[in-house]
Every structure is written in structure tokens, then in C-alpha cells.
């Protein structure tokens, strides 16, 4: 089964074509650059440059993969969640190439996709615990099979990816700021002592946003002194308070549904401080983490989610395919 998938929820425009679950070409553009002067993606000025992008993205990763239009025989493109606008871009285009070459489409959720990065280099092992962290999102969710999505927590405010960006700001960091934050902390040490947002012990809700107002206070009552914030240090005590958090709620969740694997999804999983406390901290579970460059927004991650959803439950999406902004993860 070839497929072709198409990623445009936010500020990447990305096409791959698989082979099943084989990548054969996974190209994404980013708009990174552009937004970045904004200090954050810039809704319509994304869908524009999906627009300008998409045709010749698709053309790059059908000559990437050595095939032509003809060779496809599915069309998977991201329906939700995710910018709308941006969303459409991705959602049009692959009608049209569905409907040109006569061929199925076939919708995906985001952040099923997110989680179906592990598929690239790992097998999935059920039941499993899924902490998704991403700029939109922040929740944990129970996997019991291929397609079976329960989520048991979720943030209450802001989502983990969202508040690395604003630290990142109130720096005066570029965006995003998760990549910076992260690669600064590296040189500092854990100084300031920020809250660690457990909530309640027993539920896997999460909350980010007193952590980042303690960041933002810190960095005002500095200013006003006329106070240096060590920047490193920063960087690193907000580093260390969040995925405290993050990695023993991840840990509880694996111990309460007995579950065999701990999988980490979004472009929060390619945080290097995550992945490391992960790993010291567990003992019992096999953990997965995909590969840095299938962490942020990428089509080959919907190509894998594609797949196993077409095992499942086919495709009965069609020309009435359509964008929604919410996240709706479930079986379709
Ligand atoms: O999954 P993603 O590419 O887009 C969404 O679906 O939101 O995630 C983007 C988010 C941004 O907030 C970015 O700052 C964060 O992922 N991010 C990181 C790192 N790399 C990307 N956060 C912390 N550490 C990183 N190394
Ligand atoms: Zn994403």
C-alpha cells in the first residue's frame, strides 16, 4: 500500500510517501524563519505560505521516493486539531490528488499521528502509556491496542510546548524557545526554585501556567532591582521543575494500567533534559521515544497513523473531508 500523507496543522508543510509503515520520502518545509520575528505562528500568514509550498512539496516527495502520482494508493492528510486555515491548505490539496488519480483519502487526527511516530523505529507494546507534549498539547493517554486511544490526563491551562515558548520570550529567546531553553540549560544548574505543579497526587492532570508566571515574576522582581537573571540557570531550573512532572506522572500512569511501554510524542519529546530523566528514572518499562526529526510536525508520522487506521477501520472519508481546529482523538 503506497500512501501519500500530508501534514499542514500548523507552521510546517510536509508531504511523505510510504510503503505500508516504510518511509520513502518525508520532506518538510518550515516556516519557522517567518514566524519567527512574530515571536509565534501568525495564522493567516501560515496558510498562505502552505499555499505557496504545497504543490512543490508534493512534487519533491514523489521524486524523492522515485515514484509518480500514479503509484499512490492513498491519500492521508491531517483533519484536526490544528490552525484552520492551515489545516484546509493540507485537506484541499489532498482531495485533489485523491480525486485526480481516482484513490481514497483518508483523515487523521494530529496527534494519533504524534504518537504513530514510535511506529517509525519501534513496535508498539500494549497496554501502553502515551505522554504526548507538544505546543498545543499536554496529556497523557492509555493505549490498550493499535487504535484505542483513553486519555487519563490533560493539562488544566497552558500546554508544556507553549509555556517552554513563552520563557523562552520573556528571555528574550528566539522562537520556538523549547529548543533554546532546552540546549541553555545544558550549562546551568538548577538555582531558582520554581513550584513543581503536581496537582493532585492520585490524577494525571497537569497545570503549567504557575510555573511560567514563577519564571515571569523571577525575571520582573530582577528587573526592578536592577538584577541580573542568570540566564543558563533559568533556563535550566524551568527545564527541571517541568519534566519533573512530566516523567513521574508519565511513571505513575505505566505503574496504575500495568502497562508494558512508556512512548513520548511531540515536539516536546525531543527535549534532551525529557528523555534523559526518563530514562535514569525508570526501571521497569520499555521506553520509546521517536527519533529527534519525527518529534516535531512531520507527514510521515500521519503516513504511519494512516496505515494502521486503514488496517483497522478503512476509509470512509471523501470529498466531504473537513478541517476542525479541536482535537477529536478517537478510532477514525
Ligand atoms: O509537535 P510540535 O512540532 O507542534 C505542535 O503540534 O504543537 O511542537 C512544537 C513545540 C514548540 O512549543 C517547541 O518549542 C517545542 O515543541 N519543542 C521543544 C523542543 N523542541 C521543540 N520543547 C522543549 N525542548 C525541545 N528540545
Ligand atoms: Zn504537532
Known sequence: MKILA???SCDETSVAVLEGKKILSNIVV????????FGGVVPEVASRHHVTSITKVIEKALEDAHLTQKDIELVAVTKAPGLIGALLVGINAAKAFAFANNIPILGVNHIKGHIYANEIEDEMK???????????HTELILMKGHNQFEQIGATQDDAVGEAYDKVAR??????????VVDKLSKDGEDTYSLPRPYLDKKEFNFSFSGVKSAVINTIH???????????????RSFQEAVTDVLVDKALWAAEKYNAKQIIVAG????????????????VKFDIAIPHIQFCTDNAAMIGVAA????????????????GKPYNELGRY
Open 30 to 37: 518550515s516556516q519557522m524563519d517567518i514566524h519567527a520575528e
Open 170 to 179: 520573556v528571555l528574550g529567546l528566539s522562537y520556538p524557545g523549547g529548543p
Open 126 to 136: 500494549f497496554p501502553l502509556i502515551a505522554l504526548v507534549v507538544s505546543g498545543g
Open 307 to 322: 496505515y494502521y487506521q486503514y488496517l483497522d477501520v478503512g476509509t470512509s472519508d471523501g470529498m466531504e473531508l473537513n
Open 221 to 235: 522582581n530582577a528587573k526592578q532591582r536592577d538584577e541580573e537573571i542568570r540566564v543558563n540557570d533559568m533556563c
Open 6 to 8: 500530508f501534514e499542514t
Open 267 to 282: 515536539g516536546v519529546a525531543a527535549n534532551r533534559g525529557l528523555r534523559a530523566k526518563l530514562e535514569k528514572r525508570n
